[in-house]
């Protein structure tokens, strides 16, 4: 199956700092990707769609300016959580989807802790 | 937003034994897929069943659709402890692949 690439697994940063989390579809080509935030227990809550080559599509409530979506190629999208602070703290899941398949790929997430 | 609802939250069975899921949506759906997640991993696709379908079985599991009653089930026979994991069903509204899960089982399977 298609392979989906999320990198780094874990990062700590300080508060204020800003944290680029990268997802690349490995063996196919994604001109969208999904980026999902997820807390202890608890399902996945859509954040933002990704669209190659056009600006990201927010679901509501999630700041754009906070969470910054860049889709540059047709294998990578990076999300950037611009001046982190605790309450950022989570897991961050990037997926895309399969090529006429209907299911999606998902990245194996990465951890954020904001000190 | 979330579309599904999964019940129970949590299940806790023993080897061998059969385990149920239940996930109930609440709008009309091109199709319906079920997702596992290891903890502090991504999700992987189990299977897809689409509006038209009612059940669909893929090795040991076993998923059926109820469209009137907007409601699946993932049934997992002879568990194994190595199915230990979160289990999602996730609602594909519009066929464009925007996904919208529900809150997950957290299925322990005992040695």
């Known amino acids: 199956g298609a392979v989906v690439s999320q990198h780094p697994s874990r990062v700590i940063c300080k508060s204020g700092t800003s944290v680029k989390i990268e997802c690349r579809s490995l063996?196919?080509?994604?001109?969208?990707m999904f980026w999902y935030r997820q807390f202890p227990k608890q399902s996945l809550m859509l954040m933002a769609t990704s669209n190659e080559g056009s600006k990201a599509t927010y679901e509501q409530g999630v700041e754009k300016d906070k969470f910054l979506i860049n889709h540059a190629s047709l294998t990578l999208s990076t999300l950037t959580v611009t001046s982190a602070h605790p309450e950022d703290s989570s897991f961050y899941i990037c997926?895309?989807?399969?090529?006429?398949?209907?299911?999606?790929?998902f990245g194996e997430g990465s951890r954020l802790t904001v000190l | 937003s979330q579309q599904g609802e999964e019940d129970p939250q949590a299940l806790s069975i023993q080897e061998g034994e059969n385990a149920t899921m239940n996930c109930s949506y609440k709008t009309s759906i091109n199709n319906l897929q079920w997702y596992r997640q290891n903890s502090g991993r991504g999700l992987v696709h189990l299977i897809l069943i689409r509006s038209n379908e009612r059940e669909k079985h893929s090795g040991r599991l076993r998923v059926t659709l109820d469209t009137s009653k907007k409601s699946s089930s993932l049934l997992i026979t002879a568990s194994r402890a190595a199915d230990t994991a979160s289990y999602f069903c996730?609602?594909?509204?519009?066929?464009?692949?925007?996904?919208?899960f529900g809150a997950g089982t957290r299925l322990t399977v005992k040695p």
């Open positions: 063996d196919f080509q994604a001109t969208t």
């Open positions: 996730a609602t594909d509204l519009y066929n464009n692949n925007d996904m919208r």
């Open positions: 997926s895309a989807p399969g090529q006429g398949t209907g299911e999606l790929f």
